[in-house]
Structures are given as structure tokens and as C-alpha cells.
């Protein structure tokens, strides 16, 4: 319902100064990003992780083959981050955007206010567009970069693994039969049953231990998978 609204807002928009303005000059009045349910917004505009994956549709007159578009967080865009702009149908008012999300330079959650800049073949500076909330993002640097997420999610899965060993290996011996090995095996049956008898003697709290740890583990694994897709 929100997508709905905010499309229809666009289109009267684009409207209403499509009458006001007919010079040749490309303009942009708005971006929407693509296959974003459910995501975070912040004053009104998208938010989005560092060194992200994102597409949008960007609304605007006079957009062709010769305009490039890129975001900046200087107001005057004297550093641009540019993107790929592939223009949609022959009128020149719809094109798909898509861009990775630069580093902020700044700390950590600290949410950077993007806008979006323009330029063509005739006007070789980039000029920013008209700032609100339709043409503005906002990027962040998230404490945990992809690399650390698939190391947690590796470990994570590792320790679960060797979890579920234990649990079938060790609460699968039986205590008469490591006093038998401990008494008439061979001298290394002897050896293993003695290091393991003390802990088989703590048979619940170690069931406990084991369990906790997988669960933990599998609960960890989740919602790293999750942050990380």
C-alpha cells in the first residue's frame, strides 16, 4: 500500500511540473528503490547499508542514453559516486538506476544523507537535483562487514556440527562398558576410557551444555544468514 501511494505521488508530481518546466535540460523529480518490502527508511527516505547491491526507478524529463547519474553527500556534488542509468521506453521519463552504496568515511550506524546528482553531454558538471525526500537516500556503515558475517556464519555452523558429534558420541557410551575398556582393553582403550569416564559421570550436565551450544549456534547462524541476504 505504501509503494502504491508513493508511485502515485511520483506521477502527479511529475505532472504537475512537467507543465512548469519544458526546457531540454534533464531533470529528475524522484527515485524509487526496486524489490524493497519491508525495509528501513529514515526521514522519509531509504536507508541502505555501505557497499550495497540497489536498483531504482528514477522519474524525470529528458533522461537518455547521454545522462549520468551518481549520488553525493557534498551539496554542491563535488564528489560523485556514479551509477548505471538504463532509460525505459522512448520518452525519456523513466530509467532504472542501479548503484553500489559507497563507504560513508564516517562511524559506525551513522546515517549520511545522499543526494542525487545529474549530468550531460552538454553541461560537463554534475548539478544536483531539487532535495526532498523523494530524491535523497541515506547510507550507514554497519558494524559487521560481509567478510565477518560468513565467518560467523561458518564458525557458527562448525561448532553446531561437532555439537551434534558429541551428543551422539558421548551420551552413546556407557559407563560399565568404559570401566570394562578402562580394566582389559588395550593400553590406548585404557588411556581414553580414563579421560572419559569423568565426563560421562556428568552425563545431564553435559546433555545441558551440549544442547544450549547448538541452539545458540543455530539461533546465531539465523540471523547472521539473514542480516547477511
Do not use: W
Given at each position: 500500500m505504501f509503494h502504491l501511494k508513493t508511485l502515485l505521488l511520483f506521477y502527479i508530481v511529475y505532472f504537475v511540473r512537467a507543465i512548469e518546466d519544458s526546457s531540454d535540460e534533464p531533470v529528475i523529480y524522484g527515485i524509487i528503490p526496486?524489490?524493497?518490502?519491508?525495509?528501513?527508511?529514515?526521514?522519509?527516505?531509504?536507508?541502505?547499508?555501505?557497499?550495497?547491491?540497489?536498483?531504482?526507478?528514477?522519474?524525470?524529463?529528458?533522461?537518455?542514453?547521454?545522462?549520468?547519474?551518481?549520488?553525493?553527500?557534498?551539496?554542491?556534488?563535488?564528489?560523485?559516486?556514479p551509477s548505471e542509468l538504463t532509460v525505459q521506453g522512448?520518452?525519456?521519463?523513466?530509467?532504472?538506476?542501479?548503484?553500489?552504496?559507497?563507504?560513508?568515511?564516517?562511524?559506525?550506524?551513522?546515517?549520511?544523507?545522499?543526494?542525487?546528482?545529474?549530468?550531460?553531454?552538454v553541461n560537463q558538471i554534475w548539478i544536483r537535483q531539487e532535495i526532498n525526500d523523494t530524491n535523497t537516500l541515506y547510507v550507514y556503515k554497519p558494524v559487521l562487514t560481509s567478510v565477518v558475517y560468513i565467518l560467523i556464519i561458518v564458525f557458527c555452523f562448525s561448532l553446531s556440527s561437532l555439537m551434534s558429534g558429541l551428543n551422539i558420541g558421548l551420551m552413546s557410551l556407557d559407563?560399565?562398558?568404559?570401566?570394562?575398556?578402562?580394566?582389559?582393553?588395550?593400553?590406548?582403550?585404557?588411556?581414553?576410557?580414563?579421560?572419559?569416564?569423568p565426563v560421562r559421570r556428568n552425563g545431564n550436565f553435559l546433555l545441558c551444555s551440549i544442547l544450549i551450544t547448538s541452539t545458540l549456534c543455530n539461533s546465531v547462524a539465523t540471523v547472521s544468514i539473514d542480516n547477511f541476504v
Open positions: 526496486l524489490n524493497r518490502d519491508g525495509e528501513p527508511y529514515f526521514n522519509g527516505s531509504p536507508l541502505f547499508p555501505s557497499h550495497d547491491f540497489v536498483k531504482f526507478v528514477v522519474f524525470g524529463d529528458n533522461l537518455d542514453e547521454n545522462v549520468r547519474v551518481g549520488i553525493s553527500k557534498e551539496t554542491n556534488c563535488e564528489y560523485v559516486e522512448s520518452g525519456g521519463h523513466h530509467a532504472v538506476m542501479s548503484l553500489i552504496t559507497p563507504d560513508t568515511g564516517e562511524s559506525y550506524l551513522k546515517n549520511v544523507q545522499y543526494y542525487v546528482c545529474i549530468r550531460d553531454h559407563l560399565k562398558e568404559l570401566h570394562l575398556l578402562k580394566n582389559a582393553g588395550t593400553s590406548l582403550e585404557r588411556r581414553y576410557a580414563r579421560k572419559i569416564i
